[in-house]
């Protein structure tokens, strides 16, 4: 089985933003990091890899970025990752980030992939939906936790009150938020 986990590459939470004529995004001196729900995405797909009794033989990241990207892609594969997919364009927006990744995903056999929940630059929080669908496979969202037990994935969602526990089948993509 293998893993695919999306990562964005983000400002640091704690950089100071400015902007250049008031309009334009400045990046000098800012310190970019995996985005904080897609490092838990990639947290728990390693754990799942490492206790699958080698059942998930590979955990892939893909990133949609130029070339500044790839320390958040290295620092990726420094955590556990086992290779790594940069698909080479600007991120402009959710839409677009979903149509370059499902072109890339729909030429590759995934049992799960994986997105974290928002992004901490635009607290976006479509992109994972918009990935299901254009992949076609089933989604769950606000998951808190993954399971893999006797060949089955078991999964723990927050609910209003409690959580719940889901079984599911595979190709599925999770979005993951902190538990």
Known sequence: MKILVCLSHVPDTTTKVKFVDGKEFD???????????????????????EGSGGKITKVTIVNVGPKETEPTIRKGLAIGADDAIRINTEAKDAYFVAA??????KN?????????IESSDYNGI???????EML?????????????ENEKFKIKRDIDGGYEQIDINT?????????
């Open 126 to 132: 479509s992109v994972g939906g918009m990935l299901s």
């Open 136 to 148: 076609d496979i089933p989604s769950v969202s606000a998951v808190s936790g993954v399971d893999f």
């Open 100 to 105: 370059q990744l499902a072109e890339v995903i």
């Open 171 to 179: 190709p599925v993509l999770l979005t993951v938020q902190k538990g």
């Open 27 to 49: 990046k000098t001196g800012v310190q970019w990091i995996i985005n904080p729900w897609d490092e838990l995405a990639l947290t728990r797909a390693l754990e799942l890899k």
């Open 108 to 116: 590759q056999e995934y049992d799960l992939v994986f997105t974290g």
